[in-house]
């Protein structure tokens, strides 16, 4: 699969078959920091991520 990360970085991750919690775990990402799409829509951290999909990790921002 085909990751993009927030800063804009692309990695081809091996991983099949696995949840989005796991996906970025596996990173070193906060869930609660981020939105997560799978080919071009938000899913829920217990999603699946297979080899074919295309995951963009987007950053949230938030402030006070």
Known sequence: MI????????????LNGCSIKYLLDELG???LEVL??????????????E???EIKVIRVVHGG
């Open 3 to 14: 990751v993009t990360l927030p800063d804009g970085e692309k990695r081809l991750l091996t």
């Open 29 to 31: 990402i906060n869930p």
């Open 36 to 49: 997560v799409a799978k080919n071009g829509r938000i899913v829920p951290e217990d999603d699946l991520a």
């Open 51 to 53: 080899k074919d999909d």
